[in-house]
C-alpha cells in the first residue's frame, strides 16, 4: 500500500511540475492577460523563470536515492533552491499587491500563502541548519506543496473558464483566477499535511519493526 501510494504520489508531481514550467514557458509564448505584468516587466521575469527552474529541480530534493547518494548535490542544490524559493514568493507578494488580476480577494489568498510558502521555506532551511532533518524534510514539502499549487490551479482555472465564461469580464475573470488559486492551495496544504502525517506513522512503524528485529522478535 505504502509503495504504491508513494508512486502515485511521485506521477502526480511529475505530471503538475511538467505543467508548472511548462506554465512559465507559455507565459513568454502569448499576450499577458494582466496588463500590470508589463509595468514590471523584471520582477515578472524573475517569478516566472525561477518558478520554472524551481519546479524542475525541487522534485528531486524528495528523492530518497539521490539524497542518500548525492548528498553534496541535495545540499548544493537545497542552498539554491531557498534562495530561488525567497525571490519566488517576494515576487509573488508583489505581483499580487500591487498588480493583482483579482483585486482584494487575490491579495488576500496570494498574502497567506505566499507567506505561507516562505515561512515554510525558511522553516526548512533554519531546521537542517540546527541538525533537524525529519522537521526539514516535513516543512520543504509544505514549502513545495504550496509552489505546485499553481499547476493545479491551472487545471482548475482553464476548464472552468471554458465551461462557465464564453466571453469573461474582466472582474469575472480576476475572481475565476483567485479561486482556482485559493482552491488548489487549499487542497494542496491538506495533501501535504496528510502526507506527513502518513509518512510518521509508517517512519515510527519501521523503526518498530527494525528495533523488533534488532532484539530478534518477529514482527507482526
Ligand atoms: C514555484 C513555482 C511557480 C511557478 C512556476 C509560477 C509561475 C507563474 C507564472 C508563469 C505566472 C504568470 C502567469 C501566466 O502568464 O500564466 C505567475 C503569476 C503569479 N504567481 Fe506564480 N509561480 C510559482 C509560484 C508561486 C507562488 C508560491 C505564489 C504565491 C503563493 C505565486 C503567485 C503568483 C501570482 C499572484 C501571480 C500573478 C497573478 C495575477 O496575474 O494577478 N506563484 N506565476
Redesign the pocket.
Known amino acids: 500500500m505504502a509503495k504504491s501510494a508513494r508512486w502515485i504520489l511521485a506521477a502526480t508531481i511529475g505530471l503538475l511540475a511538467s505543467i508548472?514550467?511548462g506554465?512559465?514557458a507559455?507565459?513568454y509564448l502569448?499576450e499577458?492577460?494582466?496588463p500590470?505584468?508589463l509595468n514590471f516587466p523584471t520582477i515578472?521575469a524573475l517569478?516566472?523563470v525561477l518558478?520554472?527552474v524551481?519546479?524542475a529541480l525541487a522534485p528531486f530534493q524528495f528523492v530518497r536515492r539521490i539524497r542518500s547518494r548525492h548528498l553534496d548535490y541535495h545540499r548544493w542544490a537545497g542552498r539554491m533552491l531557498v534562495s530561488l524559493?525567497l525571490v519566488?514568493?517576494l515576487s509573488?507578494?508583489f505581483?499580487?499587491l500591487v498588480?493583482?488580476?483579482?483585486g482584494w480577494p487575490?491579495r488576500v489568498v496570494?498574502g497567506l500563502?505566499?507567506s505561507?510558502?516562505l515561512f515554510a521555506l525558511i522553516k526548512g532551511f533554519l531546521n537542517v541548519r540546527a541538525g533537524r532533518v525529519a522537521l526539514h524534510r516535513e516543512w520543504m514539502i509544505r514549502a513545495f506543496a504550496?509552489?505546485?499549487?499553481?499547476a493545479t490551479a491551472?487545471l482548475i482555472f482553464f476548464p472552468a473558464l471554458l465551461i462557465t465564461m464564453a466571453d469573461p469580464t474582466e472582474k469575472r475573470f480576476?475572481t475565476l483566477?483567485v479561486v482556482s488559486?485559493g482552491v488548489a492551495?487549499v487542497v494542496h496544504a491538506g495533501v501535504a499535511e496528510l502526507w506527513i502525517r502518513f509518512a510518521r506513522r509508517s517512519g515510527a512503524l519501521r523503526a518498530k519493526r527494525a528495533k523488533l528485529k534488532a532484539k530478534g522478535v518477529k514482527a507482526e
Open positions: 508548472g514550467v506554465a512559465s507559455a507565459h502569448q499577458p492577460y494582466n500590470g505584468f515578472v517569478h516566472v518558478g520554472g524551481y519546479l524559493g519566488i514568493g509573488a507578494l505581483i499580487a498588480i493583482p488580476k483579482g487575490e496570494i500563502f505566499g505561507l510558502f504550496v509552489g505546485l499549487a499553481i491551472r480576476g483566477l488559486l492551495f
